[in-house]
């Protein structure tokens, strides 16, 4: 389908459009040696040098979509820095939709008319990737103020020329001249007549080589005759023309004008005649056309304000795959965020389903109760002990008080008197 659409494009701009990229994309090449992308780029990157149709999508080249890709934007973003934008180099694994959205802005923002969607860049290759890439570099030329120029042509020296066809005349002569002294083999046999000329000049002025009586012919007529009709081919008198001759040159151009009128003539009746053929379909044409653009104005208006709503819709489409990408983003961030809690839920869960540490809960209670009672039953003892040894202090005490001072019935009424 990608392919049909291709051709009914490539068939609308005409049979040269399916070329247009190849031109461009040398020229993008050549602005780009300009500014030196070989040493800031690929020495930078260690990355090969491009070759003339890197970026040109074609069934004939072999094509690396993902290299592709990642070049793209490693020039692209060369070339908005270069040309006074800040713009951060994208890397290998970003997300593609937001890359390509952000150069499509940078291009904006230099006063580009992008009217072609994000996705015809992800292919890393194409007649859009080499628009982008030729408007960048336009711009980067642009800040270092370079601009291509008309080449100058240096002048041309007059007496140089002169001196060549002096030169050029003087071999033609000389050409002619040997060819005049050196004549062809199929010449040998033709009679000169400047030597007939000059033989009979000879005989007239030397009296003695003439005869004294009249010459009569032995030879009979039909032996004449057919040695005449055998040496006949032979008997030619060619005449030399020279070709620097003027008159020769003014019979040529007289001869092809009157070339030049009679094709005329022919040549105007097959052009008035074609004329009117093609004004006669140009009639047709024109009135059809109106019929057409009379029966199809509904459709056309309709068709306007869809292509409106179009420009609307991918407008709105542009605008929405900017915001994505920090939706994405904040996506990722709460969806780790949840892993995490995900994770602390399981190790709960986990540790409140085990019954190990119940078991020794229960273990260290009953533990501790034991404890308690032994406990107890110790204090208890400490007490019993305390308590003796408090009652027999409290004894003795009494028993030297009474021994020692008080009477009898005084001690004996001191020492009842507690439990009296």
């Known amino acids: 389908m990608a392919d049909d659409n291709r051709r009914g494009e490539d068939d609308d701009r005409g049979p040269g459009g399916a070329h247009q990229m190849f031109i461009v994309m040398e020229d993008l090449l050549e602005k780009l040696k300009v500014l030196d992308y070989e040493e800031e780029v690929l020495a930078k990157h260690n990355m090969k040098t491009l070759s003339r149709h890197y970026f040109v999508s074609s069934p004939h080249m072999a094509s690396n979509p993902g290299e592709q890709f990642y070049m793209f934007t490693i020039i692209a973003s060369w070339l908005i820095n270069a040309a006074g934008r800040p713009f951060t180099q994208p890397q290998e694994y970003d997300e593609p939709n937001a890359t390509v959205s952000n150069i499509l802005a940078e291009l904006r923002a230099f006063g580009v008319k992008v009217d072609f969607p994000p996705s015809k860049l992800k292919s890393g290759s194409g007649e859009h990737v080499c628009f982008v890439l030729d408007r960048l570099s336009e711009e980067a030329l642009k800040k270092r103020g370079f601009s291509f120029r008309r080449p100058n042509y240096p002048t041309e ?25 050196e004549p062809d083999d199929e010449e040998e046999n033709v009679i000169d007549l400047e030597a007939l000329k000059s033989r009979t000049r000879q005989t007239d002025a030397d009296p003695s080589s003439k005869p004294d009586v009249i010459l009569e012919s032995t030879v009979d007529a039909a032996e004449w005759n057919l040695e005449v009709e055998r040496v006949l081919p032979q008997l030619k008198v060619t005449i030399r023309t020279d070709n620097k001759d003027w008159r020769i040159h003014v019979d040529q151009m007289h001869q092809h004008r009157d070339g030049i009128k009679s094709s005329l003539k022919e040549t105007k009746s097959h052009l008035d005649r074609l004329q009117e053929d093609i004004s006669k379909t140009l009639e047709k044409v024109s009135s059809r056309e109106k019929y057409i653009n009379n029966q199809l104005e509904l459709l056309i208006q309709e068709y306007r304000s869809a292509q409106a709503k179009l420009s609307e819709a991918k407008e709105r489409y542009q605008q929405g795959s900017g915001g994505v990408t920090d939706r994405t983003r904040v996506l990722a961030e709460i969806s780790e965020e949840l892993e995490k809690v995900k994770q602390e839920m399981e190790e709960k869960g986990s540790s409140m389903s085990d019954g190990a540490p119940v078991v020794k809960i229960r273990q260290s209670l009953t533990k501790l109760k034991q404890e308690v009672v032994q406990m107890e039953v110790r204090i208890g003892v400490v007490e019993h002990t305390l308590l003796q040894a408090k009652l027999k202090e409290k004894s003795n005490m009494t028993r030297d008080m009474l021994a020692t001072s008080i009477p009898e019935p005084a001690a004996a009424a001191a020492a009842a008197g507690p439990y009296a």
Do not use: G
């Open 157 to 181: 020296n007059t007496e140089e020329e002169s001196v060549m066809e002096d030169d050029a005349e003087l071999t033609l002569s000389k050409v002619e001249e040997e060819m005049i002294e």
